[in-house]
């Protein structure tokens, strides 16, 4: 019988994983499963780096439609991604065991099926939430427009707002994730309204106005960040759709007190992602290791009904701490938790080493052209 330890989110019974088709197999025992690395970051950023966006990329196609605050365009489809193959998968599998609890369980056989397809959908999204992130980090540890090409901006003025009557002007910053999001995946995305209410409430600003994140799984998975604020009467009704690079030039100068309104949105959709994956969290008992006594004792605390909820749990725990960074060299997502700088931009020293390799050999070349035009013909 599976039995599912709501503290970790994974089951108390020990399993072996391999892959049949395009599946993971769980196998379950009688033997204690041991616990998976959950603390300092290295589960979600493991499974984050599942995947990499793929080069440079443009935005798809793209929507203007009714949205949060009567005007907001979105993404239909997620950008271009690569990804790791099927045997580190694999690996990351026999240490976490199932993504999404009993979704995929066959109860009688105690065995679990996941389809590889959905951890590598619920990697895409965890990839674009740690680097959504690195930009908000006091020094950025990822460049302003890392996200340019798939985050869509829309400004309204002289509208009625969700929560700020009109005349408002209301600022938006969409993702899309696309529609083809495979089970289980995809039902634990589609979260009723009502429920997503109870974790994410709109935040009063000081002038007047509301910052507030949405999510959207009725025409393809999108989620929002939206700042509405009250703005003079009688200006005329407008609306634009604007890209990264149009929001920073009149944005404000970065510091280390105040976000830029492109920052600002960015947190609020950070804010939501955690919050839709944590919807179906609850308070209660679990069973957790007490490193002291060396026993299991019940604890109160939050609950999860799956590993990855967990995982987001781990995610949301270090938001804000701007430890997380894009690496410069290779593009992988690292911590740098450990360090005690601020200025960590590799996730290694063989990526550092290998980024100051390249740079050596860049001058080298410059200075063969520069002295090649130097030359004086014979």
């Known amino acids: 019988m599976l039995v599912l330890n709501t503290a970790y989110g994974r089951f108390c019974n020990g399993f072996e994983a391999a892959i049949d088709g395009d599946e993971l197999v769980f196998a379950f025992g009688e033997s204690q499963a041991e616990d998976a690395p959950i603390e300092g970051g290295d589960a979600f950023l493991r499974l984050a780096n599942l995947v990499k966006p793929a080069g440079v990329f443009a935005i798809k196609t793209t929507r203007v439609a009714p949205g949060p605050s009567g005007f907001s365009a979105f993404i239909d489809d997620d950008i271009d991604y690569s990804y790791a193959d ?10 976490f065991g199932p993504l999404f609890g009993h979704a995929c369980a066959d109860g009688g056989a105690d ?3 996941e389809p590889l397809e959905a951890w590598y959908a619920a ?18 540890r990822a460049p302003e427009d890392a996200l340019d090409g798939e985050v869509v901006y829309a ?3 002289n509208c009625t707002g969700v929560y700020v009557p009109k005349p408002t002007i209301s600022w938006v910053a969409a993702k899309g994730f696309g529609d083809a999001i495979p089970e289980p995946y995809r039902t634990m995305l589609e979260v009723p309204a009502a429920m997503l209410e109870r974790s994410h409430h709109p935040i009063p600003l000081d002038d007047g106005g509301v910052a507030f994140g949405r999510w959207a799984s009725d025409a393809g998975f999108a989620v929002y960040g939206c700042l509405e604020a009250p703005c ?11 890209s990264g690079a149009d929001v920073r030039r009149g944005d404000l100068a970065p510091g280390s007190e105040t976000l830029t309104t492109q920052q600002s949105l960015t947190e609020l959709i950070v804010q939501q992602l955690v919050s839709v994956h944590l919807a179906r969290t609850f308070v209660g008992w679990g069973v957790v290791h007490d490193d002291k006594s060396c026993r299991d004792v019940g604890s109160v605390g939050i ?4 590993y990855l ?11 804000s701490h701007g430890k997380l960074g894009i690496c410069k060299h290779c593009g992988r997502l690292f911590s740098a938790d450990k360090e005690r700088k601020s200025t960590k931009v590799y996730c290694s020293k063989r990526c550092q080493e290998a980024e100051k390799d390249e740079r050596a050999k860049a001058r080298r070349k410059r200075a063969r052209a520069e002295a090649r035009k130097n030359e004086t013909p014979n």
């Open 111 to 113: 065995v679990v099926r």
């Open 123 to 140: 990697a895409r999204v965890l990839n674009f939430a740690v680097r959504a992130e690195a930009t908000l980090a006091d020094p950025p």
């Open 232 to 242: 003079e009467p009688g200006l005329e009704h407008a609306a634009i759709v604007m």
């Open 309 to 319: 909820e967990r995982i987001w749990y781990a995610f949301g725990l270090h938001h």
């Open 155 to 157: 400004v309204e003025q």
């Open 86 to 95: 099927a045997e580190e998968v694999l690996q990351l599998a026999r240490e």
């Open 303 to 306: 609950q999860f009904n799956s």
